[in-house]
Nanobody
Framework: QVQLVESGGGLAQTGGSLRLSCAAS????????MGWVRQAPGKDRELVAA????????YYANSVKGRFTITRDNARNTVYLHVNSLKPEDTAVYYC??????????????????WGQGTQVTVSS
């Protein structure tokens, strides 16, 4: 198992930027694909971005392509989500998640087995 702790959420204005961080503990971080899943009130979970173990392969939801970037630093056991050009519809709780080692690049929230506690992102109009 891997334990995940998110940070970096908060309040931003439309058009603004944030950087979300997820610190992982456990020896298997560098072998796992990682992702960021968000959930807004009354809506289903949405996988917004995922990255494979090496960083060579990424996935982005259409709603965030060109605005969000996922990166990872295996030496620091950390994955990041750089969010730019924020919109009010990006308001949600953002969860960091880890996939089992058999999954190379996740494409759905159900691909993940370990979750952080979430960090709130609120975008004001």
């Amino acid at each position: 198992q891997v334990q995940l702790v998110e940070s970096g959420g908060g309040l931003a204005q439309t058009g603004g930027s944030l950087r979300l961080s997820c610190a992982a503990s456990g020896r298997t971080f560098s072998n796992r694909a990682m992702g960021w899943v968000r959930q807004a009130p009354g809506k289903d979970r949405e996988l917004v971005a995922a990255i494979n173990w090496s960083g060579a392969s990424t996935y982005y939801a259409n709603s965030v392509k060109g605005r969000f970037t996922i990166t990872r630093d295996n030496a620091r056991n950390t994955v990041y989500l750089h969010v730019n050009s924020l919109k009010p519809e990006d308001t949600a709780v953002y969860y960091c998640a880890a996939a089992p080692t058999v999954i190379n690049t996740p494409h759905a929230p159900t691909d993940f087995t370990s979750w952080g506690q979430g960090t709130q992102v609120t975008v004001s109009s």
